[in-house]
């Protein structure tokens, strides 16, 4: 019996086949000789230059962040740019990108789209790359004029008072905003989520109600214990709490939904004597941000921050977009520039602006020179609404979401401010970092601000040009350049990696499904 197998045959005639060409080999292999070199010049090799990666936007629809053809780079040479991107000279980390998950939107994402809708939707926002990559969410502790109607954590019979928080609850949260920030954290599990209350329970206030009024000195030490509870509660149902704010909108108390003011003094008290001291060394740590209004009064958070007890427990401030310059934010960070900045809300609606389209307003004030001015995460307001601006409680109405979802079908329709942040939020990952751009908004009208990636080294550029006609701009990073026109009223982001290893892989990643990186933000 032969034991040596069906194969071996086979391998002993590969065996024999490969050594007769070897023989051959040596027979016939050319003999050489040594011969005297010559001295020959040797061409220099050319330098490695990166493509360019492009996506464009334009205002009147047309393009909708569309990738377009790669841009080549070339040598430098001596000829001035007209933006030139220094890696060398850094500013703030970012730290992300989103939206406000609202009652109105938890409502509508979890009761008019169904479990596939809604999974594809919560994908295409916070998945990752190429997705909208959405880092960053903002929550209302207790109702405010998005929800569908008027409630706190501790609400008691009129007259009563809850010292001990006996009948704290999240039960309204429990149907719909729970499960749905659940349902992002599954997706992207390093969302950062600042939270923010538009009131405290009535019974703390001047005139216990949940509109306009005060809160009672007597009861601010139960109101940071009430801030406390909320974290707790919120980390036992899987959500853990990146930032929190005192008082949405701490300056203005409105009259058709929930609000209360809180003027400097009381802020930097409460901060000093309670909140700040409950919430120090805990883990994981939540992060303390102060004023959460507009850049019109940037007196207001530099008065919390010149109280130095208040000052030790406070880690950035949060501005609104609705009044002011955004060089408040800058006025700020270079007295305190040890504090965060953080825009925490910014919405976009069916009304008039000085340009022709919401997407460049919102990419060149909001994103382009936001960023420049210092913020590290951008959160505009309503994650979504439906077509009659909506479902809300007074308030803004004509408030549009960064998607807006039918009531009757449940279409969605992608918003311009869904497309403004996707130019940055796509691209400039968690944990970039704002390099140095020339400015060139005043002179040519294009604004621009650079970042470079921390996870693959890539920069990204982002430019928004205003005007109606096509402007030329040449940049200049390192020892390369490039020409690009932008169109008129347009959005486009450039990115390239001088690694061209990195390049490679981040392509490569992006065509398997990119699985998310995760960096460090602090």
Known sequence: MDERGPGSGRVAAVFVALMSLLTLAALYAPRFEQVRAKAEVTPQAKPFMPAVEVWLSTADRRAKLASQQDVAMRARGTSPADITIDLDTKYQTITGFGAAMTDASAWLLRNRLNAVQRLAVLRELYGPPPNLNFNMMRLTIGASDF?????????????????????????????????????????????????????????????????????????????????????????????????????????????????????????????????GPKLAGRTPRTRILDWDHNWSHPEQPLAVLANPDAARYVDGVAWHCYEGSQHAQGRVHREHPEKDTFITECSG??????????????????????????????????????????????????????????????????????????????????????????????????????????????????????????????????????????????????????????????????????????????
């Open 147 to 275: 929800s569908l109607n008027l409630y706190t954590l501790d609400d008691i019979p009129f007259g009563e008072s809850d010292t001990e928080l006996k009948y704290f609850n999240v039960a309204a949260n429990l149907p719909d905003l729970i499960p749905a920030v659940r349902d992002v954290l599954a997706i992207n599990p390093g969302l950062l989520i600042v939270a923010s209350p538009w009131s405290a329970p009535a019974w703390m206030k001047t005139e216990e109600n949940l509109i306009g009024g005060e809160l009672q000195e007597q009861y601010e030490s139960a109101y940071a214990d009430y801030l406390v509870k909320y974290l707790d509660t919120y980390r036992g149902h899987g959500i853990p709490i990146y930032a929190l704010t005192l008082q949405n909108e701490p300056a203005y108390s409105p009259i058709s939904y929930p609000g209360m003011l809180m003027p400097a003094a009381t802020r930097a008290r409460i901060i000093a004597r309670y909140l």
């Open 349 to 522: 609606g069916d009304w008039a602006l000085n340009v022709t389209s919401s997407m460049l307003w919102f990419a060149r004030n909001l994103l382009v020179t936001g960023t420049r001015q210092w913020a590290r995460g951008v959160i505009y307001w309503n994650l979504a609404l439906d077509e009659g601006y909506g479902p809300h409680f007074g308030g803004c109405l004509l408030c549009r979401g960064v998607i807006t979802i039918d009531s009757g079908t449940g279409e969605v329709t992608r918003n311009d401010e869904y497309y403004a942040l996707a130019h940055f939020s796509r691209f400039v990952l968690p944990g970039a970092v704002r390099v140095k751009s020339t400015d060139t908004d005043a002179d040519k009208g294009i604004a621009n601000v650079a970042f470079q990636n921390s996870v693959d080294g890539s920069i990204v550029l982002v430019m928004v040009n205003i005007n109606k006609r096509a402007r030329p701009v040449s940049v200049a990073q390192g020892q390369a350049r490039f020409d690009y026109t932008v169109p008129g009223e347009s959005v486009v982001t450039l990115r390239w990696n001088p690694d061209p290893a990195a390049a490679y892989i981040r392509r490569a990643l992006e065509w398997l499904g990119n699985p998310r990186p995760v960096p460090t933000v602090e």
